[in-house]
């Protein structure tokens, strides 16, 4: 990864104001940045989901053994909290949680039939509105909703194409 493509991801994650743009924001880097795909989360069953429910405790319920809260799906050195920011503690939290959601449609092949179709249906209605011909206030929201349904349409094709390679 270049260091330009990792600025940009970045200012996309700082860009993002509502819950669900910074968690698809905070995914996207996981995947992108990290290379937590989903070939590599079906490596940890169950853990994202451990791991976002440490994240996702308040700080003073959190029960620790050896630095890490008890619940820690992995070594130490991926315990990455940031207590003065809650929010930032919550979007990874909603990430590990999309990754484990992900995961496990994985399992199920019928998921990737119904969800392409869906996501191209998003894709589409999103691409018929031109945003140059919109106000300006409408145009961030024009933003969201195009990086959204792009998400999920390369998750439902990448789902679709996995599918048929097994």
Not at 19 to 38: C, K, M, N, S
Not at 56 to 64: E, H, I, L, N, S
Not at 122 to 146: E, N, Q, Y
Request: proline fraction near 8%; charged fraction near 30%; charge should be negative.
């Amino acid at each position: 990864m270049s260091a330009e493509w990792i600025e940009q991801q970045q200012a996309l994650c700082d860009a993002a104001t509502d819950g669900v743009d910074l968690i698809a924001a905070e995914r996207l880097r996981q995947i992108e940045g990290e290379g937590y795909d989903p070939e590599h989360d079906a490596e940890h069953p169950e853990e994202m989901a451990r791991a976002a429910a440490c994240y996702a405790m308040p700080v003073g319920d959190r029960p620790f053994e050896y630095g890490v809260p008890l619940l820690w799906p992995w070594t130490p050195d991926y315990w990455k909290p940031t207590p003065d920011d809650r929010v930032r503690e919550l979007v990874k939290a909603g990430a590990l949680i999309a990754a484990e959601i992900d995961r496990l449609n994985v399992t199920r092949p019928s998921a990737a039939r119904t969800s392409l179709p869906k996501a191209l249906a998003a894709l589409r209605a999103v691409l018929a509105i031109p945003p140059d011909g919109l106000p300006a206030s409408d145009r961030d929201a024009w933003d969201k909703g195009f990086r959204s349904a792009v998400l999920m349409a390369r998750r439902a094709i990448l789902a679709t194409l996995d599918e048929a390679t097994s």
